[in-house]
Structures are given as structure tokens and as C-alpha cells.
């Protein structure tokens, strides 16, 4: 079992930079598609981005392509999501979540087909 936990997320001006951890136990950490995702109250929970257990693939949301970078360290078991040039428009709740297969190729941004869920980290920018 993998039990992925979250950090690094706090208060940042706009424009500026936060990175986010996603550290985990477990064998299958290192096999294992790891995604974030992002959720303010109300709202259904976004994808934001996900990369493929070698680090080869990545995939990101339009709203955050050329501006967060998403990388991992399997020597360490961690996953990070490099946020710049931030906006108040990515105030949520990041979390970050495991998978070892998907339904499609097109599935990645699927909440539902993660297996492993943290508990999340709040990022707030101000304006």
C-alpha cells in the first residue's frame, strides 16, 4: 500500500514560486503514475498534472503548462510540482495521488482512476 503525503504549500504573492513535495512508503511508489490535483471548496477536484513512474511522460492541465513543472526522485520516493508565476486563480487545496494502471491513455486526468490519496496541501496566492 502506498500512502502518499503532501507539503511545501503556503501563502505567495502573485507572481511568484512554491514547490510542492508528494512523499510516499511503500514498494510501489516507484511503479506508480503519480498525479496532482487541485480543489477549492465547492468545486469539483482538477487535475493539474501527472508524470509516468520512469519520469519520461508528463502531462499537464492547460491552465498550467509553461508555468509548473512536475518531476520525481525515486531514490527518495518523492514527486515535486515546481509552481511559478503563480496566480490567485491557483488558490486550492493540492493533492497528490497514485496509480499503477489506467482504463484509457486519455484517463491520467481522472480523479477516479488514482488509487492513493493525501490529505492535501493548501496554497494561497494573493493579488
Known amino acids: 500500500q502506498v500512502q502518499p503525503v503532501e507539503s511545501g504549500g503556503g501563502l505567495v504573492q502573485a507572481g511568484g514560486s512554491l514547490r510542492l513535495s508528494c512523499a510516499a512508503s511503500?514498494?510501489?511508489?516507484?511503479?506508480?503514475?503519480v498525479g496532482w490535483f487541485r480543489q477549492v471548496p465547492g468545486k469539483e477536484r482538477d487535475f493539474v498534472a501527472a508524470?509516468?513512474?520512469?519520469?519520461?511522460?508528463?502531462h499537464y492541465a492547460d491552465s498550467v503548462k509553461g508555468r509548473f513543472t512536475i518531476s520525481r526522485d525515486n531514490a527518495k520516493n518523492t514527486v515535486y510540482l515546481q509552481m511559478n508565476s503563480l496566480k490567485p486563480e491557483d488558490t486550492a487545496n493540492y493533492y497528490c495521488a497514485t496509480a499503477t494502471a489506467f482504463s484509457t491513455t486519455q484517463s491520467v486526468g481522472i480523479p477516479g482512476e488514482y488509487d492513493y490519496w493525501g490529505q492535501g496541501t493548501q496554497v494561497t496566492v494573493s493579488s
Open positions: 511503500g514498494r510501489t511508489f516507484s511503479a506508480s503514475t
Open positions: 508524470i509516468t513512474w520512469s519520469g519520461s511522460v508528463t
